[in-house]
């Protein structure tokens, strides 16, 4: 259980695999994209599905849990925007892999998992280089929410390390101590 002085030890490993997972999977995903290294696709895709596992895992234990209570009081602005932020990245951890599954498996493309198959490729029979959409609506429209939900989600994880930097830093309070695992103590 979490409480005000200690978070549990399942609150600290899934906000920390699916930290760092994201930033992993942002990243990777701008550079192929942008340099075309079509090679890191089937990768990108694989991990992007494992970590929709640990995403699941997350939100129910969060929904069991509720949100954190913070540390101490802080100025009703502070509060609005750290949920909002919050909000935007629990959200945007589930779109981000659904909207890839579509745009690649609805596109045709296939969803690979580390060597197996989930979603096979559809070839074209008169040009098996191509291949031909499962449903191109849905697919355009999970390239659209990949495409707009990383830019959002990259702002909001901007937005969140800067929070948790300003916490530590200048508010000089133990947000980010207790997100390391460590225990409260009457002085925090
Ligand atoms: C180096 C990067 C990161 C740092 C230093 C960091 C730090 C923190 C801290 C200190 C809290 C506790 C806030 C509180 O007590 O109210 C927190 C909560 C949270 N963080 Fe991060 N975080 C990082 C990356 C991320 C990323 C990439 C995501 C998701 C994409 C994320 C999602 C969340 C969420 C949803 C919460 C709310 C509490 C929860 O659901 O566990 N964080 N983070
Ligand atoms: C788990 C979280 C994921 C994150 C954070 C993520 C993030 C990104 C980002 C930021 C891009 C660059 C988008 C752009 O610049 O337009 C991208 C591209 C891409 N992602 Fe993901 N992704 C995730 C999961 C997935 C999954 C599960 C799949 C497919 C099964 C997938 C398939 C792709 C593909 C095919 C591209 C290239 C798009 C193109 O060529 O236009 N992603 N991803």
Avoid: C
């Avoid at 291949?131 to 429209?141: E, F, R, S, Y």
């Amino acid at each position: 259980m979490d409480t005000k002085q200690q978070l549990s030890r399942q609150t600290l490993f899934l906000h920390w695999v699916v930290a760092f997972g994201m930033i992993a999977m942002l990243a990777s995903g701008v550079y192929m994209d942008e340099a075309e290294v079509f090679a890191l696709y089937p990768w990108h895709k694989s991990f992007g599905v494992l970590l929709l596992a640990f995403i699941l895992w997350r939100i129910y234990w969060r929904v069991k849990n509720g949100w954190l209570e913070p540390v101490r009081e802080y100025k009703p602005l502070e509060i609005t925007l750290s949920k909002v932020v919050h909000w935007v990245l629990i959200v945007g951890t589930v779109l981000m892999p659904i909207s890839g599954m579509m745009m690649s498996g609805l596109g045709g493309h296939g969803i690979p998992f580390f060597g197996l198959e989930l979603l096979a490729r559809n070839p074209d029979p008169q040009n098996p280089q191509e291949v031909i959409a499962l449903n191109a609506t849905l697919a355009g429209l999970g390239k659209t929410l990949h495409g707009l939900g990383g830019n959002l989600i990259i702002l909001a994880v901007v937005l969140h390390i800067a929070g948790a930097l300003k916490h530590h830093f200048i508010d000089k309070d133990a947000t980010l101590k207790r997100m390391t695992g460590q225990r409260l103590s009457d002085n925090d």
